[in-house]
């Protein structure tokens, strides 16, 4: 097994270390979307969802480039996995990108659970005034036909 040369691990360090910038974003972006849901501010979710989009293009690219220079170093190896001697600094930041994609996964699918409970309450607020409007009795009070 060979192991990768300083040369290489400075530039995967660097992929890394962008890669964790790029992920904080893209939590930071959930965020934003989050609040802009609970607070049913539209035109902020189609901006956050455009910086969403450029942003995993970004990590796209950068993991792009990881496979590159992994697959140039050793053809057997296309990601890095713990069978590589990495140095600790290398470790800690994939260890860091992980737990830092997992963390965007909760919250993506918590905005995914916002979104479907205001998508489910549109409709059923949708189909009641439908019901209305061809439904011309009127109630009293008490909830009696009239």
């Given at each position: 097994m060979q192991s990768l040369f300083a040369e290489d691990k400075k530039k995967?360090?660097?992929?890394?270390?962008?890669?964790?910038?790029?992920?904080?974003?893209?939590?930071?972006?959930?965020?934003?979307?989050?609040?802009?849901?609970?607070?049913?501010?539209?035109?902020?979710?189609?901006?956050?969802?455009?910086?969403?989009?450029?942003?995993?293009?970004?990590?796209?690219?950068?993991?792009?480039?990881?496979?590159?220079?992994?697959?140039?170093?050793?053809?057997?190896?296309?990601?890095?996995?713990?069978?590589?001697?990495?140095?600790?600094?290398?470790?800690?930041?994939?260890?860091?990108?992980?737990n830092l994609i997992s963390s965007a996964k909760q919250l993506n699918d918590t905005n995914e659970t916002i979104i479907s409970m205001n998508l489910q309450y549109s409709q059923n607020l949708s189909f009641i005034l439908h019901g209305s409007y061809k439904n011309h009795a009127l109630y009293n009070a008490r909830g009696v036909k009239i």
């Open positions: 995967l360090l660097d992929i890394l270390t962008a890669e964790r910038k790029t992920v904080l974003a893209i939590i930071d972006t959930l965020k934003k979307e989050q609040e802009s849901l609970i607070n049913a501010k539209v035109d902020d979710i189609f901006k956050l969802a455009s910086e969403k989009d450029l942003q995993l293009y970004h990590l796209g690219n950068l993991y792009k480039q990881q496979c590159e220079l992994l697959q140039s170093h050793d053809s057997q190896y296309t990601t890095l996995d713990n069978s590589y001697n990495c140095d600790a600094n290398l470790d800690q930041l994939w260890a860091d990108i992980l």
